[in-house]
């Protein structure tokens, strides 16, 4: 299952979801169509009936909103986040190098026994 969590971390952001409430009221009121939070892609939902719309209202609205969003295309370049601080990348695997040690082996006890095992 996909989940679109980082694309949904906006609708976290008190300010910019008041103007997603206000913009799916004036939807409600000018279209007779409910638009809901969990609806798979909100965001162009939003812009297209922002741009039927005859209400100078709901344009601007929509406009303030749009200045907020994060882009859908940066989404490679994004910064990971944990609680509002940028997560380090983790550093890329070191390759083994093969050394005259690689046969070299250990002895554990495996339920009971001792085993011989490669380091």
Known sequence: MMTLAPERSWLLDRGLLKLVHQCRKLILAEFGVKLHLTDDHLEDRLADYAEKSRSNHL????NE???H?????DSDTQRRMYRGQELAEPAPPAEKEATEDSGRTRTITYRGRKVEVPA
Not at 69 to 73: E, F, S, V, W
């Open 59 to 62: 344009a601007r609205t929509w």
């Open 65 to 67: 909103l749009r200045q």
């Open 69 to 73: 969003l994060p882009d859908a295309g």
